[in-house]
């Protein structure tokens, strides 16, 4: 992860809870997920749910396949209304990142954006789970 994909997600996640300071946030920076699906059991209860979820180079970490399906499960771990935010390196497909959300149910959809941080230095997909 570069430094600055780090301290985009990292002044993200103190906005959030700045206008929120009961939101419930979950990263996975920097984590390996490339041998299993990002949480546990032990990390989360089955009906525990997010306001912010963050993951860096989704894309990268599963070139084998399972980055739809790994952002379906971050997906469908959000609160109504929440927002996952998917950072990837600036040489990314943006096609590749933007194409994740295809296999996402339409309806749960609340909003959708692909961008580049300031710095152009980090590509982030962002998505917005349709609030209740």
Known sequence: MNSS???????????????????RI??????????????????????????LICVDNLVEKLRNGKARE????????????????????PESDEEDLAALSTALPAQ???????????SDDAVFLELYKRAA
Do not use: K
């Open 108 to 118: 749960e959809i609340g909003g959708q954006a692909l961008f580049r941080d300031s």
């Open 26 to 51: 979950l990263s996975f920076e920097g984590r390996d997920l490339r041998d299993s699906l990002p949480w546990t059991s032990d990390e989360t209860g089955a009906q525990e749910h997010y306001d």
């Open 70 to 89: 790994l952002l379906a499960v971050l997906f469908s771990g959000l609160n109504p209304g929440g927002r996952l935010l998917v950072g990837s390196t």
């Open 5 to 23: 994909m780090s301290q985009f997600v990292t002044s993200e996640i103190r906005e959030t809870e700045a206008a929120e300071p009961r939101a």
